[in-house]
């Protein structure tokens, strides 16, 4: 791990200015900010894990969690509420067996709810590993749990 996160720190020349992209890419490697990264950041900035915890728990995009191999965020913003996203977060957690904000035990699956993804002429949006998809339904969303290898997602419409 520390040669990994050693690596991501010579691409920005070790300037400690640099500590957000150096984080989203450490995020990046290990699909969240595990805590030895995080010592291992401030010890090659010469930054104090204080600051490093600091600049973590500002940005909501930072994860000290580990995070599923496939990530959804569903936005519940007012336009993707009115039509339904409350329906499809009820059936996206019941499929995947855990609360929203949580990640399953086998770290496949990541299950989010956002305020808004500005996304609404499209609403409601279910976004998988950063791939937009619109006009979501409950089928649709089984649809694509199952298409990801999500075992119990069963659409009838098949």
Do not use: W
């Not at 890419?25 to 930054?47: G, I, M, R, T, W």
């Not at 940005?59 to 990530?71: D, E, T, V």
Request: glycine share 8%; hydrophobic share 35%.
């Amino acid at each position: 791990m520390e040669d990994k996160v050693k690596n991501i720190i010579k691409k920005y020349g070790s300037d400690k200015s640099f500590i957000v992209p150096i984080l989203q890419d450490v995020q990046k490697e290990f699909n969240y900010l595990p805590k030895d990264a995080l010592c291992a950041v401030s010890a090659h900035l010469s930054v104090p894990i204080s600051r490093v915890y600091e600049v973590v728990t500002f940005y909501k995009a930072f994860s000290l969690k580990p995070k599923g191999r496939y990530q959804l965020s569903l936005c519940l913003g007012t336009a993707c509420h009115v039509r339904g996203a409350e329906l499809i977060a009820g059936n996206v957690t019941s499929i995947l067996g855990i609360k929203e904000g949580d990640t399953t035990a086998d770290l496949e699956y990541s299950f989010e709810t956002v305020g808004c993804l500005g996304a609404c002429a499209l609403g409601p949006v279910l976004v998988v590993n950063g791939e937009y998809h619109g006009h979501m339904n409950i089928a649709k969303s089984t649809k694509i749990l199952k298409k990801l290898g999500k075992k119990g997602a069963t659409n009838e419409q098949d």
